[in-house]
């Protein structure tokens, strides 16, 4: 996991404390990013997914 560029992406794009499923899914697609890895992240850091529809993020 890249934590540096997803910690740059998440900055870009003002996500500080939360993200909706779709901007996650979005963010990992515009920064060629894994969602997995952007999962990994948020629960490391504490950023909760909202929205979820499909059970991706937990």
Do not use: S, W
Request: proline fraction near 2%; charge should be positive; glycine fraction near 6%.
């Amino acid at each position: 996991m890249d934590e540096e560029k997803i910690r740059k992406a998440f900055e870009a794009e003002g996500i500080e404390k939360e993200i909706k499923c779709p901007q996650a899914f979005a963010i990992a697609e515009k920064y060629k990013v894994a969602k997995l890895d952007i999962a990994r992240y948020c629960n490391t850091h504490g950023v909760k997914i909202r929205a979820c529809q499909l059970g991706c993020f937990k």
